[in-house]
């Protein structure tokens, strides 16, 4: 295991400041991201979460730990760091008493065979050390659970790799949050203008065309302000998986940019 760093470090180095300023301003429950988590998670379906327990590992606004519960699940756990993305997951949730939302780092998640599913959507790729959030999504989960993770891909994201993450990093992940949102403003513009004319060469594109202006801007947003974010091949995601311990690992090419996958924890 990595030396990680701990929940308050992580705080200070990484982009969990950021994210809370996203799903604090936007912590509206859209009926269009029950599809996005559906997609995200193609190898569950809705029958494999009933009466199934679950930790949800950087549940944002809480928005994917409440499809399972509608789906019947038994209740769970689902952690993250910044208040205001806590505050909007309480609230999300507040429908679901078995769920707990608990201020805890996927580094210092320390829950023991206790879980059926492990998942994290959209957060390993975030992380300076995402095999340790792995080991401890593994340990979390029963002997023969599971654990599944959506992360980027660099398949199709060669121009974000190339032109669109370095100014990222030099400059969007640096300026004040609140600034980075306004500026948003103006590549969604542009984006939302695009798919009007025609942009779909991409299954994504072809997704968010659906999407309206607001919820376009959450995603731009999103990818403006981490400071951290990794793009990762099939055969990376497949070897952070095995290298956890986990067997029958499976992905799947979501939206043709992005990997989901899934894994069992040995049962012995």
């Given amino acids: ?38 997609r995200w998670t193609p190898f569950l379906t809705p029958e494999d ?9 950087g549940c944002g606004m809480g928005r994917n730990s409440h499809w399972p519960m509608s789906y019947g699940a038994a209740g769970g756990l689902a952690i993250d760091l910044d208040e205001r993305s806590l505050a909007s997951a309480r609230t ?39 095999e340790t959030a792995l080991a401890n999504m593994v340990r979390a989960v029963k002997p023969g659970g599971r654990v599944a993770i959506w992360v980027y891909g660099r398949e199709n994201n060669g121009w974000i790799v190339r032109f669109a993450d370095p100014l990222r990093k030099a400059l969007f992940s640096r300026l004040p949050i609140g600034m980075v949102h306004w500026l948003s403003w103006f590549p969604t513009a542009v984006l939302w203008l695009a798919l009007r004319l025609g942009l ?10 659906r999407f309206d ?32 311990g986990l067997q029958d ?8 940019i992005s990997w989901a996958a899934i894994g069992t924890k040995p049962a012995s």
């Fill in 92 to 130: 999300t949730l507040s429908g679901h008493p078995t769920i707990e939302v608990r201020r805890q780092s996927a580094y210092d998640l320390d829950e023991r065979d206790r879980f059926d599913i492990a998942f994290s959507i959209g957060v390993i790729h975030h992380l300076a050390h995402p």
């Fill in 213 to 244: 202006f607001a919820h376009l801007r959450s995603i731009v947003f999103d990818q403006m302000l981490p400071k951290i974010a990794n793009y990762w091949r099939r055969d990376e995601v497949e070897a952070l998986m095995k290298d956890a």
């Fill in 200 to 209: 779909d060469r991409l299954e994504y594109f072809r997704l968010i065309r």
């Fill in 1 to 38: 295991m990595s030396n990680a760093p701990s929940s308050d470090t992580a705080v200070r180095s990484g982009s969990t400041d950021r994210f809370g300023y996203e799903w604090g301003r936007y912590a509206e429950l859209k009926p269009i991201y029950e599809e996005q988590f559906r």
């Fill in 49 to 57: 979460w009933r009466g199934r327990s679950f930790v949800d590992v």
């Fill in 249 to 256: 690992v499976r992905l799947a090419w979501v939206n043709e």
